[in-house]
């Protein structure tokens, strides 16, 4: 399974993007979704995670509101909507995979996702 993420770019405060993660080499709906982020000198941080069908979204506090995950299935590709962006967003964003985890927080808090995406990077300006 490999995993190609996209959409970052430099934004003003208060604006928005669209990340995208396209998977390939799979059907994407055998697999949990995580987004991740990590500024820099910071740690990864799992921002938020979907489903394999879609019924179930888990987002960190430091998003809820402001960030929607989604998935397309049928085009094998997941979704992070970002709004309201500000200076603190400022990352490299990562999606991740697994067929087996259980979206909540243990797998934003665990990070154990057995596929990644390369990143990409997200920069806010005040």
């Known amino acids: 399974v490999q995993l190609q993420a996209s959409g970052g770019g430099l934004v003003q405060a208060g604006g928005s993007l669209r990340l995208s993660c396209g998977l390939s080499g799979n059907t994407l709906n055998y697999y949990t979704i995580g987004w991740f982020r990590q500024a820099q000198g910071k740690e990864r941080e799992g921002i938020s995670c979907m489903s394999r069908s879609g019924d179930t979204s888990y987002y960190s506090d430091s998003v809820k509101g402001r960030f929607t995950i989604s998935r397309d299935n049928a085009a094998n590709t997941a979704y992070l909507q970002m709004n309201n962006l500000n200076p603190e967003d400022t990352a490299i964003y990562y999606c991740?995979?697994?067929?087996?985890?259980?979206?909540?927080?243990?797998?934003?808090?665990?990070?154990?996702?057995?596929?990644w995406g390369q990143g990409t990077q997200v920069t806010v300006s005040s």
């Open positions: 991740a995979a697994d067929p087996h985890i259980t979206c909540g927080n243990y797998a934003l808090m665990s990070r154990r996702f057995a596929s």
